[in-house]
Protein backbone atom coordinates (compact mmCIF):
# COMPACT_ATOMS: atom_id res chain seq x y z
CA UNK A 1 0.00 0.00 0.00
CA UNK A 2 0.94 3.55 -1.02
CA UNK A 3 0.21 6.79 0.48
CA UNK A 4 0.53 10.39 -1.35
CA UNK A 5 -0.15 13.75 0.17
CA UNK A 6 -0.07 16.16 -1.78
CA UNK A 7 0.33 20.07 -0.62
CA UNK A 8 1.31 23.17 -2.58
CA UNK A 9 -1.74 24.16 -4.92
CA UNK A 10 -2.93 27.76 -5.08
CA UNK A 11 -3.83 30.52 -7.20
CA UNK A 12 -1.51 32.72 -9.66
CA UNK A 13 -1.11 34.65 -12.36
CA UNK A 14 0.14 34.04 -15.39
CA UNK A 15 3.63 34.34 -15.59
CA UNK A 16 4.04 33.10 -12.20
CA UNK A 17 5.54 29.83 -9.96
CA UNK A 18 3.85 27.29 -7.55
CA UNK A 19 6.36 23.94 -6.33
CA UNK A 20 3.64 21.17 -5.65
CA UNK A 21 4.78 18.81 -2.95
CA UNK A 22 4.03 14.98 -2.74
CA UNK A 23 5.02 13.15 0.64
CA UNK A 24 5.11 9.21 -0.36
CA UNK A 25 4.94 6.50 2.21
CA UNK A 26 4.77 2.77 1.99
CA UNK A 27 6.57 0.32 -0.37
CA UNK A 28 6.81 2.76 -3.75
CA UNK A 29 10.09 1.18 -4.52
CA UNK A 30 10.52 0.61 -8.57
CA UNK A 31 6.97 2.54 -9.53
CA UNK A 32 6.77 6.30 -11.49
CA UNK A 33 5.96 8.92 -9.01
CA UNK A 34 4.17 11.26 -10.51
CA UNK A 35 1.39 13.90 -11.55
CA UNK A 36 -1.27 14.24 -13.40
CA UNK A 37 -3.42 16.64 -13.85
CA UNK A 38 -7.27 16.82 -14.30
CA UNK A 39 -9.08 20.32 -15.77
CA UNK A 40 -12.96 21.03 -15.60
CA UNK A 41 -14.27 18.72 -18.82
CA UNK A 42 -11.21 17.18 -19.56
CA UNK A 43 -9.59 13.60 -19.37
CA UNK A 44 -6.33 13.81 -16.40
CA UNK A 45 -3.50 13.70 -18.32
CA UNK A 46 0.34 13.02 -17.39
CA UNK A 47 2.35 15.89 -16.29
CA UNK A 48 5.56 14.85 -15.01
CA UNK A 49 7.10 11.68 -13.56
CA UNK A 50 9.84 10.02 -12.34
CA UNK A 51 10.85 6.07 -12.66
CA UNK A 52 12.18 5.54 -9.24
CA UNK A 53 13.87 2.17 -11.03
CA UNK A 54 16.47 4.47 -13.47
CA UNK A 55 15.68 8.35 -12.17
CA UNK A 56 14.70 8.57 -15.77
CA UNK A 57 11.64 11.63 -16.18
CA UNK A 58 8.93 12.50 -18.37
CA UNK A 59 7.57 15.50 -18.92
CA UNK A 60 4.59 16.20 -21.10
CA UNK A 61 5.09 18.63 -24.29
CA UNK A 62 2.69 21.29 -22.85
CA UNK A 63 4.96 21.54 -19.40
CA UNK A 64 8.17 21.21 -20.77
CA UNK A 65 11.18 23.55 -20.42
CA UNK A 66 8.39 25.18 -17.78
CA UNK A 67 7.96 22.33 -14.80
CA UNK A 68 10.83 20.40 -13.17
CA UNK A 69 10.83 17.71 -11.14
CA UNK A 70 13.12 17.02 -7.82
CA UNK A 71 13.10 14.09 -4.91
CA UNK A 72 13.91 14.71 -1.53
CA UNK A 73 14.72 10.89 -1.10
CA UNK A 74 15.25 11.51 3.20
CA UNK A 75 12.13 12.98 3.13
CA UNK A 76 10.03 10.72 0.75
CA UNK A 77 8.75 13.88 -0.97
CA UNK A 78 8.18 14.69 -4.74
CA UNK A 79 8.55 18.08 -5.67
CA UNK A 80 7.03 19.53 -9.35
CA UNK A 81 8.19 23.36 -9.44
CA UNK A 82 6.23 25.00 -12.20
CA UNK A 83 7.56 28.36 -13.86
CA UNK A 84 5.82 30.44 -16.43
CA UNK A 85 2.60 29.30 -15.56
CA UNK A 86 -0.49 29.48 -18.36
CA UNK A 87 -4.35 29.66 -17.63
CA UNK A 88 -4.16 26.56 -19.62
CA UNK A 89 -2.22 24.90 -16.44
CA UNK A 90 -5.06 25.24 -14.54
CA UNK A 91 -6.40 21.96 -12.95
CA UNK A 92 -6.40 19.83 -10.08
CA UNK A 93 -3.27 17.84 -9.74
CA UNK A 94 -2.55 14.51 -8.45
CA UNK A 95 0.31 12.85 -7.39
CA UNK A 96 0.33 8.96 -8.33
CA UNK A 97 2.51 6.02 -8.18
CA UNK A 98 2.86 3.13 -10.39
CA UNK A 99 3.97 1.47 -13.27
CA UNK A 100 3.09 4.13 -15.10
CA UNK A 101 3.33 8.25 -14.81
CA UNK A 102 1.99 8.50 -18.59
CA UNK A 103 -1.10 6.03 -18.69
CA UNK A 104 -3.99 6.59 -16.17
CA UNK A 105 -5.39 3.48 -16.20
CA UNK A 106 -1.79 2.00 -15.05
CA UNK A 107 -1.02 4.43 -12.20
CA UNK A 108 -1.97 2.27 -9.03
CA UNK A 109 -2.59 4.94 -6.32
CA UNK A 110 -4.12 8.06 -6.19
CA UNK A 111 -3.38 11.62 -3.79
CA UNK A 112 -6.12 13.58 -2.95
CA UNK A 113 -5.19 16.36 -5.38
CA UNK A 114 -4.23 19.99 -4.84
CA UNK A 115 -5.99 22.67 -7.15
CA UNK A 116 -3.92 24.97 -8.91
CA UNK A 117 -5.44 28.13 -10.58
CA UNK A 118 -3.62 30.76 -13.22
CA UNK A 119 -5.55 33.92 -13.52
CA UNK A 120 -5.20 35.72 -17.10
Known amino acids: QVQLVESGGGSVQAGGSLRLSCVAS???????IGWFRQAPGKEREGVAG????????YYADSVKGRFTLSRDKAKNTMYLQMNNLKPEDTAMYYC??????????????WGQGTQVTVSS
Open 96 to 109: TAGPSCRTQALVSY
Open 50 to 57: LYTVNNST
Open 26 to 32: GRYGGYC
